[in-house]
């Protein structure tokens, strides 16, 4: 069984002064990969399984080389290999979670931005936590949801209708 296979490290997303009122200005993005304790040994466990793949595959006759790999697996050498080589493969998300604003939310259960009429994110950033897969499936359900939420909205409406074409 896959332990911790969510991590627990959580970064930022500010606005800088000039960014407040210029959507060109970039906003600050410190992802903070590795900054929870409890994420080390996900990454530690991985580079001992490669290491006997590796070791697998030789016994099998395939010419495999180890190639930028820790000197051994001490904790300390692997964390200084992933310090320095490690690179993070996870889609970031939540950064506008789901949630109610006195709970640190940025969009209501409707998707709503707290606080701006008539303004909905469907993305991935809503996700209130971390999800232990890739998110595609779960984006596309968050858009469909989306859509389903500003149809209903409009059915009341004079030119509300969808139509075909």
Known sequence: MIQ????????????????ANDIKVDPLVDPRHLSDPADWPAY?????????????????????????????????????????????????????????LEDGGVVDFELKVHGIKGLRIADGSVVPEMIASRPQATVVMIAERCAEFIRSGWKDKPFGRMTRY
Do not use: W
């Open 4 to 19: 911790n296979a969510v991590p627990k490290s959580f970064g930022t997303v500010r606005l800088t002064p000039e960014g």
């Open 44 to 100: 530690r466990r991985g580079l001992r399984f490669a290491r006997q793949i590796g070791a697998e595959m030789r016994r099998g006759g395939y010419d495999v080389e180890e190639d930028r790999f820790p000197k051994n697996d001490e904790d300390a050498e692997l964390d200084a290999y992933i310090r320095e080589h490690g690179l993070s493969s996870q889609h970031l998300l939540s950064s506008c979670r789901m949630k109610k």
